[in-house]
């Protein structure tokens, strides 16, 4: 306007997240290579592991590397991914996190199972986030469809959310033998090398503990949890009893209208119409039955590395949007669990 040239201020740039990373398996590598795929959003500071020495696939520059996980999660970060696995020292760090005023992603259903709702009373303390997408049913949004449900009650949540076990069911129902099911689940990413947590259904439970302290539930601990175990003998005796069409789940339930509120994890068998019986491979899926009788399916990948690493990715472009609207000036808060307890040190 006027007659002086015609020019364009330049937009605000985007300013990188500086991501500290803590673990760097089977999710916390895949993360890692999404990270380096985006420079110009993530700035990756640090990176935690128990071995510095080793020759790592995507390789990480020296510079970045410490065994040292307290200092890795009380660097000059933004965000800290906590990819350990584990509960002790996984706590130690993200309690270190907390307390320095960094936000948190994290993918440890174990850790969250035992202290998520003390470190989400923590991170609210500090007026930082501690999100936790990628900790149940890898890319399928459960956690994110509960939290859209506020206000409305829930009568339970029925679901597979173990991809490693459905996978090996379906193999099973054609006629692999349960051995080679769990090693093609491992030789495809679906399962560590040590499957045990998964096939007696631990993973599963701490799982349930996790959508239980998202509903409000905070007193539920693993312990609690019921549990079948996957082995050659109880599949083998489950299929047997099938008729009519009928398949063989491994099926996690909390029941929230029980009083208290009950969790167990079941080797059934569904029928046809079932919504969980369609459930193939390492696929997951939640059926959320709400007090006036509706039900919501939500379904997704949920096992291995891609689809945990990119739950995750979704969390820290979050964080990352978060802080840039803090820096225009827009009302934000932390996000976290919505029970609270306070952390044992």
């Not at 045990?196 to 239980?212: E, F, H, N, Y």
């Not at 491994?250 to 019986?277: E, F, I």
């Not at 997704?300 to 689809?307: S, Y």
């Amino acid at each position: 306007i006027g007659s002086g040239p015609t020019s364009f201020s330049e937009p605000d740039r985007a300013v990188p997240l500086r991501v500290a990373m803590l673990g760097f398996g089977t999710v916390g590598g895949g993360v890692f290579e999404l990270l380096e795929q985006l420079p110009e959003h993530f700035d990756i500071v640090a990176v935690a592991v128990h071995e510095p020495s080793k020759q790592r696939v995507p390789s990480v520059p020296r510079s970045l590397v410490t065994a040292d996980v307290v200092a890795a999660a009380t660097c000059e970060a933004d965000v800290v991914v906590e990819a350990m696995g584990g509960v002790k020292h996984a706590y130690a760090a993200t309690q270190a996190a907390l307390r320095s005023g960094l936000h948190v992603v994290t993918a440890n259903k174990a850790l969250l199972a035992e202290h998520g709702p003390c470190l989400a009373g923590l991170a609210d303390s500090h007026g930082v986030s501690l999100r936790n997408s990628a900790a149940v049913g890898g890319s399928m949004p459960l956690l994110e469809q509960i939290g859209s449900l506020t206000g409305k009650h829930m009568r339970s949540v029925r679901a597979i959310i173990n991809g490693t076990c459905n996978f090996v069911l379906d193999q099973m129902s054609d006629d692999v033998t349960f051995d080679e099911a769990v090693r093609s689940a491992q030789h495809r990413g679906f399962a560590e090398q040590d499957a045990s947590r998964d096939l007696t259904g631990l993973d599963a439970a701490d799982k349930l503990c996790v959508i239980a302290h998202r509903v409000g539930v905070a007193s539920l601990r693993p312990g609690d949890v019921q549990c079948d175990m996957l082995s050659a003998e109880s599949v083998r005796q489950a299929q047997i009893s099938t008729v009519n069409g009928d398949v063989v789940r491994h099926v996690a339930t909390l029941q929230l209208d029980a009083n208290p509120p009950t969790a167990d994890v079941r080797l059934l068998q569904l029928g046809p119409d079932d919504p969980l019986a369609s459930v193939r491979a390492e696929q997951n899926a939640a059926l959320i039955e709400l007090n006036d009788g509706t039900c919501e399916l939500v379904r997704g990948r949920g096992a291995g590395r891609w689809p945990t690493a990119e739950a995750v990715l979704a969390d820290l472009l979050e964080v990352s949007r978060t802080l840039a609207s803090a820096r225009n000036g827009a009302e934000t808060r932390p996000i976290h669990e919505p029970h609270r307890l306070a952390c044992a040190e």
